[in-house]
């Protein structure tokens, strides 16, 4: 952002304004975190603001601050409607393209508040009047800090908006061992720390909460883990009747895949999870080094995101698409035995 959209958003929230806070579906600690830091920001303003979810987000986040004011869309729709198609402003983050809201698509692009964008990915779509978009960043939640010190606000970050943004500093840079950790994130998160995030409690109300059933379900996981040494490739597959078995809740597969990038001589890792409900495999793809995953899940996959983390889907059966995820690995040959 240039100083001059910098001025006209510092006049934008001068007067109090509707305001909603969106970010992608199935939200993540970065895109709770993100939104909620921004919200508390805007309530000491005395903006009318609230954040909107797609959809429910992990157990392990629901003790950030402010998180039990979080609306969520496939289930309060009528109302989420309402806030959004008389919203004066409307912030999008971690995400960068409206299909990514899932149902939400529709009413976001007919909506007629000002957007200003703010997200860390890709190929950003020009839907945005502001926006701020920097893929070298590590995650969105520090994106906000940086956002906030453009507009002078630094002073007003509180405990709960340093919690927030520690959250989704933490969990997107896998507790700051990415290559997108810097010295300017430590730098930020030293600052967090000063203004009152607590980074063990915060670590351990998201890490080391598990419940029995996720557990054992991570046991099955590691069991259907596979390796193709000759492509330094490691992937996982779990079906809809084994999140069953273990009583599945939203984010137990949270990090999984990590495992299989974690053995020694493995370059890219995938995690394939079957949704009948949805009818399609949502996949997880992390790489190390320059290979991109992010090039292979738009190619392939019907997905994207970072160099070294994305994502996708597919519409086949799990068998098919771990079949079509093998076939297309000697044409990345060189690349992974590149690195």
Not at 30 to 44: C, K, R, V
Not at 130 to 158: N, P
Request: glycine share 6%; with cysteine.
């Amino acid at each position: 952002m240039n100083s001059e959209e910098i001025l006209s958003i510092k006049q934008l929230l001068s007067t109090k304004k509707k305001i909603v806070i969106i970010p992608h579906k199935n939200p993540d600690g970065d895109a709770i975190g993100s939104t909620l830091g921004l919200y508390h920001y805007l309530l000491e303003l005395n903006h009318d603001a609230t954040v909107v979810v797609p959809n429910d987000f992990p157990d392990f986040l629901k003790w950030i601050p402010g998180a039990d004011s979080i609306l969520r869309h496939n289930v309060q729709t009528e109302t989420c409607d309402s806030l959004i198609n008389e919203a004066d402003i409307i912030f999008t983050l971690d995400f960068n393209a409206f299909h990514r809201t899932g149902s939400m698509e529709s009413v976001l692009s007919s909506s007629n508040g000002l957007k200003i964008m703010i997200d860390h990915h890709q190929a950003p779509d020009d839907y945005a009047t502001y926006m701020f978009s920097d893929v070298g960043m590590s995650s969105t939640c520090e994106m906000i800090y940086h956002f906030l010190d453009m507009l002078d606000a630094t002073d007003k970050i509180d405990t709960n908006i340093a919690t927030c943004l520690y959250v989704g500093i933490m969990t997107d840079t896998g507790s700051f061992r990415f290559k997108s950790t810097t010295n300017t994130t430590h730098k930020i998160i030293a600052k967090l720390i000063e203004k009152g995030a607590d980074n063990s409690e915060i670590h351990n109300n998201v890490y080391d909460t598990n419940s029995y059933e996720r557990l054992q379900l991570l046991g099955c996981a590691l069991s259907n883990l596979r390796v193709i040494p000759e492509h330094k490739t490691a992937y996982i597959s779990l079906s809809q009747d084994e999140l069953q078995k273990f009583n599945y809740k939203k984010g137990d597969t949270e990090g999984v895949v990590n495992y299989g990038l974690s053995l020694k001589n493995v370059v890219l890792a995938a995690i394939f999870i079957e949704d009948r409900k949805e009818g399609i495999i949502k996949i997880s793809l992390r790489s190390k080094g320059d290979f991109s995953v992010n090039e292979m899940s738009r190619k392939h996959f019907n997905g994207g995101g970072h160099t070294n983390a994305a994502g996708g889907k597919t519409f086949k059966s799990l068998k098919e698409t771990i079949e079509d995820f093998i076939s297309i690995l000697p044409s990345y040959n060189k690349a992974l035995n590149d690195e």
